[in-house]
């Protein structure tokens, strides 16, 4: 079973840390003007930062995410991405 924890920084940053076969650390950013782009009037920006690790972690396991990024970078490498976060 995978983990997934958010810890906020600041309203912009955050620590993401994934418990699965191996434990990882992410520092993901995400500019209040994309938060609101995906959603955030329905959740927040934590909320959306668990969301795309969900999203991340069906196509990829948790070594294979960067480990520092810009949500904002998920989209180039999964073009369908922000088409499926503003509907999760």
Same mark, same amino acid.
């Given at each position: 079973?995978?983990?997934?924890?958010?810890?906020?920084?600041?309203?912009?940053?955050f620590?993401?840390?994934?418990?699965?076969?191996?434990?990882?650390?992410? =520092?993901? !950013?995400v500019?209040?003007?994309? %938060?609101k782009q995906?959603? /955030?009037?329905?959740?927040?920006?934590?909320? #959306?930062? =668990?969301? !795309?690790?969900?999203?991340?972690? %069906?196509?990829e396991?948790? /070594?294979?995410i960067?480990r520092?990024?810009? #949500?904002?970078?998920? !989209?180039?490498?999964?073009?369908?991405?922000?088409?499926?976060?503003?509907?999760?």
């Amino acid at each position: 079973m995978t983990t997934i924890s958010v810890k906020a920084i600041n309203s912009q940053h955050f620590q993401v840390t994934v418990v699965a076969k191996n434990t990882t650390i992410h =520092e993901v !950013s995400v500019s209040l003007d994309y %938060a609101k782009q995906l959603g /955030t009037q329905q959740r927040t920006t934590a909320a #959306l930062v =668990e969301q !795309s690790f969900v999203f991340l972690l %069906a196509r990829e396991s948790n /070594t294979s995410i960067l480990r520092r990024f810009d #949500l904002s970078v998920i !989209s180039h490498y999964f073009p369908d991405y922000e088409s499926a976060i503003r509907k999760a």
